[in-house]
């Protein structure tokens, strides 16, 4: 990885035409190998994926413990990072007979959401949240998954450092209902309000809890409930008769597979596009080589290469490959990878790449005001 100032000083020099083309060469590669075998890669992820939860469950009955947690905790993990999110990001769409369940169109819609995806959050907020606003607008204030703005209520606060850490540590286990689910929802209501020609004057996060507000009851209705009703009553009374004492089981270990699942999540994610070597921008950019070179400058990597590897990364480990193409398969970040980062060396763009808890303590330092990120000169 290059030194920050080179990252800086790269910035402005990069040929953003050459850059886009250099790219394409790729895309195009990658879109002439794509077909039945990146089917069956998804399949098999999914296999996997619930392999961990029926496992997790078969054993959660007899005590409450942490080993089914975290097989129920990567189940969980699975559906969202390496189902729902290729497959809503259109990852399959284009593939041949790929079944309509598998699709953008038809995955996780109407009864099939839990089956498909049973979380916090629908389908619809995480994909105008998540697909629309943040891929398109990366580092800037638009991006509703700025880490350096939404946390500046606890850069600027006067707490005392040590209370900063312990805030962040309780939110990690709690973040995906208290963040991404009234955010999501958010961001859903204020696009549907301007699809219908109606005025938004309502954009902060007021009364999202609030059985007195509207978006607050359809928040319950929508995300909040159901979930509840499915995962914390539905699959602990499937095992009443094996007795109370199994379904009492199956709950607690339930909720501890909730507190795993936020964690491994937020490790994964949030240090995704944060650290004081990440740029964050203030104009809109424009053109294609311009967005690309902002989605390498504002995403980083984890280790990559296997299966195996990327199975407990939900393949957000190839973020920077994603953000460039987040409309193709899963399995071609694996081919791409090596490209992407020789186009970056030929055009000397940083292309970041380090261990997770490295970029984790990166973000942690973002979060609590001790680094900031970087910024265009």
């Not at 886009?20 to 002439?32: E, R, Y």
């Not at 094996?242 to 199956?250: C, F, K, N, R, T």
């Not at 790449?353 to 910024?375: E, H, P, Y």
Request: proline share 6%.
């Amino acid at each position: 990885m290059m030194p920050m100032h080179q990252s800086l000083s790269s910035y402005q020099s990069v040929d953003r035409k050459q850059l886009a083309k250099d790219l394409d060469v790729i895309h195009d590669d990658i879109l002439l190998r794509v077909g039945e075998e990146d089917f069956q890669h998804l399949k098999k992820m999914e296999r996997w994926g619930r392999a961990c939860s029926c496992l997790g469950y078969a054993t959660a009955w007899i005590i409450p413990n942490p080993i089914s947690a975290l097989l129920i905790s990567q189940g969980s993990f699975t559906r969202w990072t390496q189902m729902t999110h290729p497959i809503v990001h259109k990852g399959y769409d284009k593939l041949p007979n790929v079944p309509d369940s598998y699709t953008s169109k038809k995955f996780a819609q109407g009864w099939r959401r839990f089956i498909d995806w049973p979380d916090w959050v629908t389908p619809a907020g995480w994909h105008q949240e998540h697909d629309v606003l943040h891929h398109y607008n990366l580092g800037e204030k638009r991006d509703p998954d700025h880490l350096q703005h939404n946390m500046e209520w606890l850069r600027q606060s006067k707490m005392p450092m040590f209370l900063r850490f312990i805030v962040i540590a309780l939110f990690t286990t709690i973040w995906k209902i208290t963040y991404y689910t009234p955010r999501t929802h958010k961001e859903l209501i204020i696009s549907q309000a301007r699809q219908q020609g109606k005025p938004v004057t309502d954009t902060s996060n007021a009364g999202s809890w609030s059985l007195f507000t509207a978006k607050g009851r359809a928040l319950w209705a929508q995300s909040i409930l159901p979930y509840i009703a499915f995962r914390f009553v539905f699959l602990p009374l499937l095992f009443l008769p094996l007795g109370e004492s199994a379904v009492i089981s199956v709950l607690f270990t339930s909720i501890i597979a909730e507190v795993f699942t936020n964690m491994h999540s937020f490790l994964v994610i949030v240090p995704n596009h944060a650290g004081d070597d990440v740029m964050m921008f203030e104009q809109r950019g424009k053109g294609r080589g311009e967005f690309y070179l902002r989605q390498i400058l504002g995403s980083v990597n984890y280790p990559t290469g296997s299966d195996r590897n990327d199975f407990f990364y939900g393949w957000l480990n190839y973020q920077v490959e994603h953000h460039l193409w987040p409309d193709v398969p899963l399995s071609q970040y694996q081919y791409a990878q090596p490209k992407v980062r020789a186009v970056c060396a030929k055009h000397g763009i940083p292309y970041c790449q380090q261990s997770v808890f490295k970029r984790l303590f990166k973000a942690i330092d973002i979060m609590v005001g001790r680094t900031s990120m970087l910024k265009p000169v």
